[in-house]
């Protein structure tokens, strides 16, 4: 079965640019997509289709896709952000998470 | 404003089957697939399957086929999904959410904490 590999945890300073990747095979040939999770809340979509914003989420998010790696940049990482940050694909018709990664702003 | 509110908290004995429910508003709720996620404590999130309310079709992970069921009442805008052969280890926090585009899910609902205890 189809499988998306994201590093445990990331660290990052306020105001420094955080980059969380997401790992599968040929994953750029599909849509990837992002969500944040904050301790007790439902998860919020932050990037669709790889790279696209929904209405409401700060500019300070962006995402890329290609060849294996799917990857989610916090641009001038606030506070705010830190939470938990899980990617997703559909495989065979199959939604696909990665583990998730623990976002620590510090 | 689009939002999806699930039913509330159960507790079920091992063997047991728990049917959570997830109202839509705010959309036409047939235009829309439903997924269903579930996240046990302090653990990922886990995908169970989707649906689509138009058609009644349906989808599942291999890991609950035979076990999980989803239905839909669209008189009420209403999705459902039904576990059977609880466990303990089905403990967790189930999630519907609206799929776009077959891609992803652009609102959740609030969450039903499901525990399975003898």
């Known amino acids: 079965s189809y499988e998306l590999t994201q590093p445990p945890s990331v660290s990052v300073s306020p105001g420094q640019t955080a980059s969380i990747t997401c790992s599968g095979d040929?994953?750029?040939?599909?849509?990837a997509c992002w969500y944040q999770q904050k301790p007790g809340q439902s998860p919020v979509l932050v990037i669709y289709?790889?790279?696209k914003r929904p209405s409401g989420i700060p500019e300070r998010f962006s995402g890329s896709n290609s060849g294996n790696t799917a990857t989610l940049t916090i641009s001038g990482t606030q506070a705010m952000d830190e939470a938990d940050y899980y990617c997703?694909?559909?495989?065979?018709?199959?939604?696909?998470f990665g583990g998730g990664t623990k976002l620590t702003v510090l | 404003q689009v939002q999806l509110v699930q039913s509330g908290a159960e507790v079920k004995k091992p063997g047991a089957s728990v049917k959570v429910s997830c109202k839509a508003s705010?959309?036409?709720?047939?235009?829309?697939?439903i997924n269903w996620v579930r996240q046990a404590t302090g653990q990922g999130l886990e995908w169970m399957g989707w649906?689509?309310?138009?058609?009644?079709?349906?989808g599942y992970a291999q890991k609950f086929q035979g076990r999980v069921t989803m239905t839909r009442n669209t008189s009420i805008s209403t999705a459902y999904m039904e576990l059977s052969s609880l466990r303990s280890e089905d403990t967790a926090v189930y999630y519907c959410?609206?799929?776009?585009?077959?891609?992803?899910?652009?609102?959740w609902g609030q969450g039903t904490l499901v525990t399975v205890s003898s």
């Open positions: 959410a609206r799929g776009r585009d077959g891609d992803y899910d652009d609102y």
């Open positions: 705010g959309y036409t709720f047939t235009s829309y697939d």
């Open positions: 649906m689509n309310p138009n058609s009644g079709n349906t």
């Open positions: 040929k994953l750029g040939d599909k849509y």
């Open positions: 289709q790889d790279s």
């Open positions: 997703q694909a559909w495989d065979s018709f199959h939604v696909v």
